[in-house]
């Protein structure tokens, strides 16, 4: 698997990069921050139309074909910045780089799949989690190694995505796998069985979005410099990083929902914090830190207690429709923040991400007022999801066991088999299964 987390380390890097040279470029070339708003926006767009479409492609070409095409295709868009300085080109550039990553994400989340087992799934998706945060994190700190305002770290960043190619290309072990996007779960029937999840996923996305997209934007309306803008993107990158385990531990012990209202009040109080620290503050990058570390958390307790909540041949396509919410809140929490921002203050930055953290906290007081909780041996343990995977990076919690037979430095003769539940989840599906016997046959409006 190294090859697929060092290719996909280069992209993350690359990533990273390009996303915050525009953030901080877009001041210097006189654009509005509503205008930075609605491009650094282009890459989520770019990033929700792209899975059906890649699936199509891969199917008709190849996954190695199609993954040095959207390779390509995302290391061209970055270098078109640096030629045409137009606030169009630019929102054109970041929807064909957010449609070409979510489809290079397919491609090398797809191959995990198929190269992992029962017994190291946990580990793949949590190596994956840290090479996707890390190198995030790592992108955004290089723009301190060359002027922002010249065409040298848009180079930089080509090169970086450009890159990943060659650990992936040249990995001969690796047999491209089939790949199918899941069932879709209406989301209506999702707000029936479990809001808290559709809630939770919408919120902490458009946080993530305000994070992702505008916190380089932030950063430059304030006057901070170059190398401390650097520390600011970076550090909450490590929150989310280094939260991940001790929330997690916490909600494996406690009940999920509590956590995820406790970390929603806390992701909300940090936000109200930055509202008030100076901006050139030591303090403002632990308030970063703080918001990274609740943040990226709060999404996988919200995926965790939705699967918790589903039947277990839903799961996959109930991921499907959690990462099309998340997507969609990333898509609109930078398209309300910017105008805002613009209007009113640079503050507005964490007034908004307090505000969607916020609504988590009312809705989750509301449901744990007046309705049951999830019977606790029905929960299953923490995932550890990264923030902007696809849905395919689900089926490595998901999929059934596989059956491998190695020769070589090959695996052959796969196949899956009937997957290996254990007891918590088979009975969870016969709870599911026969509605007399959970709480919402009696009339209540439990989250079934």
Same mark, same amino acid.
């Given at each position: ?207 993530? !979005? +305000?994070?992702? @997209? &505008?916190?380089?934007? $932030?950063?430059?309306? /304030?006057?901070?410099?170059? #190398?401390? =803008? %650097? ?58 830190? !703080? +918001?990274?570390? @609740? &943040?990226?958390?709060? $999404?996988?307790?919200? /995926?965790?207690?939705?699967? #918790?909540? =589903? %039947? ?107 997957r290996t539940a254990d007891d918590r989840f088979e009975r969870r599906t016969a709870e599911l299964r026969h509605p007399s016997n959970s709480e919402m046959a009696n009339g209540t409006d439990e989250e079934e």
């Amino acid at each position: 698997m190294w090859p697929l987390f060092l290719g996909l380390a280069l992209l993350m890097i690359g990533n990273g990069l390009n996303g915050a040279v525009i953030g901080v470029r877009s001041s210097s070339e006189g654009f509005t921050l509503v205008v930075t708003g609605v491009i650094m926006a282009g890459y989520f767009a770019g990033f929700l139309l792209a899975p059906t479409l890649v699936v199509r492609m891969i199917s008709s070409v190849g996954h190695i074909r199609v993954f040095a095409g959207l390779a390509s295709t995302a290391s061209t868009a970055v270098l078109i910045h640096s030629i045409s300085v137009t606030a169009p080109t630019w929102v054109l550039m970041r929807f064909i780089f957010g449609f070409c990553f979510a489809g290079l994400y397919i491609v090398i989340e797809s191959w995990l799949n198929e190269l992992s087992t029962p017994q190291n799934r946990g580990r793949t998706l949590a190596i994956y989690m840290i090479v996707s945060m890390t190198g995030l994190g790592i992108g955004q700190a290089l723009i301190t190694v060359a002027d922002p305002n010249t065409f040298r770290l848009f180079v930089l960043s080509s090169v970086l995505v450009s890159m990943a190619l060659v650990p992936v290309t040249l990995a001969g072990n690796i047999s491209a796998p089939e790949v199918r996007l899941p069932e879709k779960a209406p989301i209506r029937e999702l707000l029936r069985i479990v809001p808290t999840g559709v809630v939770g996923a919408f919120m902490s996305g458009a946080a993530t !979005g +305000v994070v992702f @997209a &505008l916190s380089a934007v $932030y950063a430059t309306s /304030v006057g901070l410099s170059i #190398d401390r =803008t %650097a520390l600011f993107l970076l550090v909450p990158m490590i929150g989310g990083v280094v939260m991940q385990w001790p929330v997690g531990k916490l909600s494996d012990r406690l009940r999920r929902r509590t956590v995820i209202f406790a970390v929603a009040v806390v992701a909300s109080a940090v936000c109200a914090a930055g509202i008030v620290v100076p901006s050139d503050s030591a303090l403002m990058l632990l308030v970063m830190f !703080g +918001v990274g570390g @609740a &943040l990226f958390p709060l $999404y996988s307790l919200v /995926v965790s207690y939705t699967l #918790d909540w =589903t %039947a277990v041949e839903k799961t996959v396509g109930t991921s499907g429709t959690l990462v099309r919410l998340n997507g969609a809140g990333a898509l609109v929490g930078p398209l309300v923040t910017a105008p805002l921002m613009s209007w009113l203050s640079p503050t507005m930055f964490f007034w908004t991400m307090g505000a969607f953290f916020s609504v988590i906290v009312a809705f989750i007081s509301y449901r744990l007022l007046f309705s049951d909780p999830l019977p606790e041996e029905r929960e299953s343990p923490y995932v550890p999801f990264p923030a902007r995977a696809t849905s395919v990076a689900f089926r490595l919690v998901t999929t059934p066991a596989r059956v491998s037979k190695r020769v070589g430095k090959n695996i052959v003769g796969r196949r899956h088999e009937h997957r290996t539940a254990d007891d918590r989840f088979e009975r969870r599906t016969a709870e599911l299964r026969h509605p007399s016997n959970s709480e919402m046959a009696n009339g209540t409006d439990e989250e079934e």
